[in-house]
């Protein structure tokens, strides 16, 4: 049974056009994380929930934009996509953070996005 | 600086035998690894983990290792099989600040175990 679930597995958009990526959990966890992976590369954090606090990573492009209108849910927006931005987008999640953030994150299977 | 690193991008092992993944990290204050395996067009799975107040955590097959002088840790798997061929990833919970809970991925070592 999936507990983190990314909709859709592929995405293709247009140069410029915005995207939204779509992410849900079963886990009830505190935490929700987005990772951009590219071929051969780490995943590389771009921004994580704690509940309603937002957390952007320092390098994170403006580009990039999340929201999280509830525990389970969490979406990526891309507002205007160019041809660096085709990667795999890993959501995560996990219990907490501090003692908390010894637990394994859990992740869906990726949204795998092109662009035109 | 936190670092995670896996120096090998490729690792052949004959199947029955030893697979052994190596990883190294550069911050001290890393108190915490984490193994995940990912196969193609899925999302990492966790694997194995250990504290840095271990030096062994070994679950059936696997086995990590930590050398916290060398700021070292392996991943053993025996013996190896067919489908355990896919991308390993070590990773460490970043410290300090607001670090807490982002993981820092090495850039994997991706294993092929043939018959």
């Known amino acids: 049974d999936a507990m983190v679930i990314q909709n859709p597995r592929y995405q293709v958009t247009q140069f410029g056009k915005p995207v939204t990526l779509s992410c849900s959990q079963t886990l009830n966890h505190n935490v929700m994380y987005w990772y951009q992976q590219k071929s051969s590369q780490a995943p590389k954090l771009l921004f994580h929930y704690y509940d309603k606090d937002f957390n952007n990573e320092a390098d994170t492009p403006d580009n990039f934009q999340s929201r999280r209108p509830n525990t389970s849910f969490c979406f990526l927006d891309i507002r205007s996509p160019g041809l660096g931005d085709a990667a795999m987008y890993l959501c995560a999640t996990s219990r907490g953070r501090g003692a908390d953030s010894n637990q394994p994150q859990h992740f869906g299977d990726g949204t795998r996005l092109s662009i035109l | 600086d936190q670092q995670v690193k896996q120096n090998s991008p490729s690792l052949s092992v004959q199947e029955g035998r030893i697979s052994i993944l190596n990883c190294d990290y550069t911050n001290s204050m890393f108190d915490y690894f984490l193994w995940y395996k990912k196969y193609p067009a899925e999302g990492p799975t966790f694997l194995i983990s250990?504290?840095?107040?271990?030096d062994k955590n070994e679950d059936g097959r696997f086995t990590v290792f930590l050398n916290k002088s060398a700021k070292h840790l392996s991943l053993h798997i025996v013996p190896s099989q067919p489908g355990d061929s896919a991308v390993y990833f070590c990773?460490?919970?970043?410290?300090?600040?607001?670090?807490?809970?982002?993981?820092?991925f090495g850039q994997g070592t991706e294993l092929s175990v043939k018959p």
């Open positions: 990773a460490a919970p970043g410290r300090g600040g607001n670090q807490g809970g982002k993981l820092i």
């Open positions: 250990i504290s840095s107040i271990k």
